[in-house]
Each structure stands twice: as C-alpha cells, then as structure tokens.
C-alpha cells in the first residue's frame, strides 16, 4: 500500500472543462489526494473552486508563484502540481514549480510557443524533476497493445500510417461566452496553432508513439474555413519518415457530423492494424492473405500492458480511465524516480511544438517540404 501522493493544481476552477477530467483522473487508481491549488487567476474565483473541492483556505493561493514557494517550505508541500490552464499559461507555472523543486503534471500541448516551450525543458533538465504530459490516449490500453505489437515485428516493416482526429463543435463562429471556445480561436492564448495545436498534436503524438517512427520531413496546408477566425480549423499533412515509411494526417474542428473521430491505421508488409477512439475497445488486425481479426479490450490475444485492466472485459474504458493511466504513471515515476517507456514526457513535448511549428512554416509556403527543427 502507498501512501497517497499530494497534487495541487494552477487552474481549473470554476467554468473549467480539463481540470475537472485531471481531477477525476488523478482519484481513479487512489494514487493523488488534491489538497491545494491556484484555480484562477481572479483570488476570489480561486477561493470559491478551492472551497467546492474541499481544499483548505491556507492552501487556496492568488497565483501561481504564491502556491510554488509556499508549498516548496511547507514539511507536507504537494509532490506534483497539475498545470491545467490554457497553453499561453503553461511556461510561467511549469517553471516557477519546477525551480521550487515540484515535479510537473501539465496538459498539452507543451506551451504557447517553441521558446517558451525550450525554457519549460530547460528548467526541467536543471531542477532533476519529473515532468510529464497528459497525451493521454497513449493510456488506452489497446495503443498499448498496438506498440507493442509493432515493436514485436507481428506487422512488419511499417510503410504506410494513417491518423485522423476530426470534430464539429468549432463548425460556426467561436460564442464568447464558450469560455472553451474562446480561448482555443484566440492566437494570444492558443499559439499560432488552433486545430493543430489542440487536437492535431494529440493524433501526432499518437502515431509517433504507437509507430515508434521519426518524422525526416513533412508538409502542411493549414486552413481556416470560418471567416475571420485567427487560428486554423483544419490541418491535412504528409509525413516521410526515417526508413521509407509515408505517413498522413488529418485533423478537423469543422468535419460536421464528427464528434471526437481519432482514428490509426497502420500498414507493414505482413499485416495493418486499425483502431477508432469512439470505439476504443476494439481494434482490427489484418494478417496479409489471412482474414481480419477483431482484437478487443482483454480479449484472449491480450499481451503485455493491455492485461492492466481496471474493469473486466466488456465493459468500456476509454478517456478518464486513459488520463488516469497517465496519472498512475506519473506517480509511479515520482515514487521511483526512473524512466517511463510509456508516460510522455518533456521531450513530447519539445516534439509536438515542433510540430506545430513545421505545421506552420510548411503551410506559410504554400505546402513546402520542411523538417522538424528545434527551433
């Protein structure tokens, strides 16, 4: 039995959307007790979240930089800090903890620009601390299970990947009173991306990590088909991998008709693999010449992490249970103080925003062959 670890948050107060999911994460596998937090950047607000959560006065802070050298002197100070703001807030917060000696949870993507996503690194790199990031369908289990599979050769050498991640809800003007809406169509607290930075770079981080494939270089046509939207809307990309492999994405806030459609599909020379979020406990293997097989959830071909299942088989897992697989990790890595082949770290994170940043420079020039650059 472990004692439970101690997690404030900055962000995620009342009207949040994230912080709520981090929260209920954090409480599935019994490993996180939240019992402080900066919740808004309004002290009153803040104190009023702080009290809905059961979280004490004295640990109810007006900011951040309030909460990382208070709970830095405190004997029974948080181990983590879950930074759930929106990505213009995330630098200032994953840094400030990270010198007051407090391992970081923080929500993707990295941060609102490339430098300041290089700053975040290197105070990580400086304070030895943990540092992990919420990509969390890496957590579902039966991504688990494709990694692994791809890793064992069962679909040979990869040539073709395929991710998809499309939604409606961004379809008609942002409402200014979608406080969720708002902030990912406003350049100055989103980045330069929009669609690309909130989802694209979750399809991204995805394929890289079921795959295991370096993108060599990429092109991008970013649009926004909403009039005077600031920020792209949908997001279509071609990938040359390192090896010879090719590679597509496609991620869209204005495919109407679509909820939340990621999707993988993966093609090697023996057998392709296909997987659907909406759907996420089952996922199709195709031997080549040989019939497709349905692969579920703890099904009979279940191997290596897909057997870590919180509920028996047939019953749905999916998105919470997935940020809580993350959650368990992160705990796992504090406690232990080791790598992690699976929980995303600082360097995902340094990979996405490069992404996005190639995203962006290919789009700019009309589709031009780029590569991932640090900076």
């Known amino acids: 039995m472990h004692k439970k670890l101690k997690l404030g948050m900055v962000g995620g107060g009342r009207g949040a959307f994230i912080g709520g999911v981090h929260r209920i994460a954090s409480r599935i596998d019994g490993e996180w007790e939240l019992v402080a937090g900066a919740l808004s950047s309004d002290p009153e607000r803040a104190a009023l979240s702080a009290a809905d959560l059961g979280i004490e006065a004295d640990r109810s802070y007006g900011s951040y930089a309030e909460m990382a050298t208070a709970e830095a002197a405190r004997a029974d100070g948080i181990d983590a800090v879950a930074i759930v703001t929106p990505n213009h807030m995330h630098a200032g917060p994953a840094i400030a903890f990270l010198e007051a000696g407090i391992n970081v949870i923080c929500d993707k993507p990295l941060a609102h620009t490339l430098e300041d996503a290089q700053k975040i690194a290197d105070a990580v790199a400086k304070s030895g601390k943990q540092f992990i990031l919420t990509h969390n369908y890496t957590g579902y289990p039966l991504m688990r299970q ?8 069962a679909l040979g050498t990869l040539r073709l990947v395929a991710v998809e991640y499309i939604q409606d809800w961004l379809t008609e003007p942002a409402d200014p009173d979608n406080k969720q809406a708002a902030w990912r169509t406003d350049p100055k607290r989103s980045g330069a991306g929009g669609c690309v930075g909130d989802i694209g770079t979750h399809a991204f981080n995805l394929a890289s990590y079921v795959t295991g494939l370096e993108v060599d270089t990429m092109s991008a046509d970013l649009t926004a088909f909403v009039a005077g939207r600031a920020v792209d809307d949908n997001v279509e990309c ?135 650059q640090a900076s």
């Open 146 to 153: 494709a990694r692994e599979m791809v890793q064992s050769g």
């Open 238 to 372: 071609r990938f040359r991998y390192k090896g010879g492999a090719k590679g597509t994405l496609w991620a869209s806030q204005v495919a109407v008709g679509n909820e939340n459609g990621l999707s993988l599909r993966i093609y090697g020379d023996k057998a392709g693999l296909e997987w659907h979020q909406e759907n996420p406990n089952v996922m199709s293997f195709t031997p080549f010449g040989e019939p497709k097989q349905i692969l579920t959830r703890g099904g009979a071909q279940k191997i290596g992490s897909a057997q870590a299942l919180r509920v028996p088989p047939g019953h749905p897992e999916g998105y919470l249970e997935g940020f809580a697989t993350i959650y368990k990790e992160a705990a796992d890595l504090i406690r232990s103080g080791g790598a992690s082949g699976h929980a995303p770290g600082i360097e995902d994170g340094l990979t996405g925003m490069r992404f996005i940043k190639a995203c962006i420079d290919s789009s700019a020039q009309d589709g031009a062959w780029v590569t991932l």
